[in-house]
């Protein structure tokens, strides 16, 4: 008989991958198909030339046999290489909302697969934490699409902590011809825009930033219900308001007051990661897509895409 675990992922899977459809519309897909361009044009047949035609794929020597002008016809090479990499590492677990980071990321994942699907393209997979631990080359089909999104949901890291520079090699070195690069993180690493630059020479790498509120807000209004994952909130320690914190990358735990200067600091903190994060992509001009878990409905995980789209439309 089936563990309740394994049902419990199933239905999360099956759950997921609802959604996922629900939400990549043709509007969507056809937007990732313009963005994102097939490898070149081949030639697929010559026709009679009709109103319109470009003149410039006109077959002189046909149309001279022939007595009429017919024009060269050509279709779109399409098939992508699209790498979807994600961070499975501890402090992906944390949650101060319905999902946790890694459900949004599993979530993402589909989206991204189910895009890629939609659009002949083949999709891999791959999930690290300090180091890399599962590596799916990349295929097409929707068991495929499901294998991919149960990995993502079942797989336990080995290690706690987060190496992205170590991630992005791995990538360069397994990824021969060019491909998308969907980064699906917290990205809460140091030291990895070297590897991150390298790595976008020859591929088309995409930040997809996963972020929980309260990472940047500690607040006592942030107290309001328990917590899992990273900086965990275990208990109040007395009326006073001092609550435990946990930082599940490296196990320190400390108590502190939510009203205290401390916590002022934290968000200050919190604040300057983000604007050097995002700086780091300015510079790599890398086009970033952002995503948090206290999303509300479907359409907030919809409009980090559109904008995204949109922003690369203007630019090609």
Known sequence: MMSTPAR???????????VTRRLVNPQLSGAYHSVFKGRGMDFDEVAAYVPGDDVRFIDWNVSARSGALHVKRYVEERELTVQILVDSSSSMRFGSTAESKRTLAAQLAAVFAVLATRNNDRIGLTI?????????????GRKHVM????EVLEHRPRQSTT???????YMARVTSRKAIIFVVSDFLA????????LLARRHDVVPVVIEDPREHDLSTTSLSRPLTGWRRF??????????ELEDLESGLRVAVDPASERVGAFARQAQQGC????????RLKLDAMNFRTDFTDDADLVRPLATFFRRRSRRS
């Open 147 to 150: 294998r991919l999104i149960t």
């Open 190 to 197: 140091d030291g990895w825009e070297h590897e991150c630059k």
């Open 8 to 18: 419990d992922v199933i239905r999360k899977v099956k759950r997921i991958e609802l």
């Open 128 to 140: 690290f934490d300090h180091e890399t631990n599962l590596h799916i080359p990349p295929k097409k």
């Open 234 to 243: 275990w208990n109040n320690l007395w009326h006073g308001g001092l609550v």
């Open 275 to 282: 604007v050097e994060r995002d700086r780091v992509f300015t």
């Open 163 to 169: 190496d992205l520079s170590a991630a992005f090699r």
